[in-house]
């Protein structure tokens, strides 16, 4: 009986160890097939007594070169003179385990980035029986991740600065990005709008369309805005419409659809346009303008002669009738005589007012020189006045004395007369009362001020802040430049214009000129 236990014990043990053999053969099986980790075995000094086949292919040593080596040859030369691999050891023995990223050394002396796991083994008794090591190569995971960082930033910094407003939203329309240049477009923080549906940043007309397109595109795959640029409108967050330039592209990021879109706002560009629009139609009208005065200098010059030689036959035909005896014979003659008289008396002024055209159109000498007022004034009214008897108008002349002599250039002082006269008759064309005052009086120390006043229909309180601004008018073919000009003018001269609303109705443009010295010296002089 005691041979058969001692043989059934010893079939035990030979059992035992077999299960033991083919349970390190299984595990060295294991540890070989892990060929992406480097695993391996240390006694408590740090001398390897593992090696598997993972760790040949990423440190380069068989297991024959290295069985029996310290460690410490897979550190750099930096970290094994200070004594890293010592104090990892210790470390991990005081600890049960330790993981890092480190720098470790090929055979071939070069050099990856690995991730380290240390683990101390004890037995039963607490006792350390060496260290188990797990290594594997990040180097290049990390360049990937590093690469990957960068192209993060790379797109943020592109997000930051791209000069159209950039909106990256999914498939179910909520915004997942929305760039810098989109907060300036829309007024929106970033906040505000990630997680939201895009339609937010819609008109409401449009909010119902863009849901139903982009349904209908996931459905059918046909395209109606994406991959094409197209002009639409979008809504600020004070409510505000505006008119935009959009542009969406596709994209198939992971497995999931993404949307990105560009929106250029187009309110500054639609206003140049039209501005640039409006400046042509107002040069081809400065043209003709232009065109009449130069035709217009023409005519007088040659209506000019006609007329003198009208009032020269006048004349002639009143000498041959001879002086009147004032006998009964006298009366048809006299009544002739006084006819031909005033018809040559209006030939003379028709003549003078053609000139003063002329060289009103021409421009005459140009220049600052000392000027009587009461010869300006009535210079100018004489052209700015054309018509107005037949329109019904009743005209007004208050010149104050002691105020003749003024410093000016003549035919600009007198441009700003007879466009304010101009305008002041066309406001009165339906008023029940046509009255036209002109007007000189004194302004503060050293100044003289003109005034033109009508009793029309006044200003609209629309266009009184922009009156005297280019191309601000009330006329439907006006040109908005008349009274820019005025003051242009009137501010050369170093004075000031500006309207008011008349005590009895209607308009008084005001504007001051400088009076002259009186020292005669100066009389002609150019400033």
Known sequence: MSGDRSFTAQEAA????????????????LIDGATSYAIYMLDPTGRVTIWNLGAERIKGWTEAEIIGSNFAKFYTPEDAAAGKPADDLARAAACGRIEEESWRMRKDGSEFLASVTI???????????GFGKVIRDITDQKAAEAALVRREHHLRSILATVPDAMIVMGEDGIVTSFSAAAEQVFGY????????????????????????HLRTYLRTGIQHVIGNVR???????????????????????????????????????QLTERKVKELQSELVHVSRVSAMGTMASTLA???????????????????MIGPMTGGAEDGLLGEIAEALDLAAAQSLRAGTIVRRLRAFVDGGDTGFQIERLDELVEEATSLGLLGAHEAGIE??????????????????????????IRNAIQSMAGSPTKTL????????????????????????????????EAFATTKEDGMGLGLSICRTIVE????????????????????????????PAIGNENV
């Open 492 to 519: 050369a001269h170093g004075g000031r214009i500006w309207a008011e609303a008349a005590p009895g109705g209607g308009t008084a443009f005001h504007f001051c000129v400088p009076l002259a010295d009186d020292d």
């Open 437 to 468: 005052t002109i007007a000189t009086a004194p302004d503060r120390a050293g100044w003289v001020r003109v005034t033109v006043a009508d009793t029309g229909a006044g200003l609209d309180p629309d266009i009184r802040e922009r009156l005297f």
């Open 119 to 129: 683990t101390a083994l004890r037995n039963d008794a607490g006792d350390l029986r």
């Open 231 to 269: 002009i639409a409108t979008a809504q600020r967050a004070n409510g505000e419409i505006f008119p935009i330039e959009l542009a969406v592209g596709e994209a198939v990021i992971a497995g999931e659809r993404i949307f990105t879109g560009f929106v250029r706002d187009l309110t500054n560009r």
């Open 14 to 29: 030979d059992a035992t160890a077999r299960q033991n053999a083919a349970m390190a053969e299984e595990l060295g099986l």
């Open 395 to 420: 005209v007004v002349m208050t010149i104050a004395a002691g105020l003749d002599k003024v410093r000016v250039d003549r035919v600009q002082i007198q441009q700003v007369l007879v466009n304010l």
């Open 189 to 212: 923080a970033k906040a505000q709008v990630v997680g939201n549906n895009v339609g937010m940043l819609m008109p409401p007309s449009e909010q119902r369309d863009h849901d139903d």
């Open 301 to 319: 010059h040659e209506i000019n002669q006609p007329l003198t030689a009208i009032a020269n036959y006048l004349e002639t035909t009143r000498a």
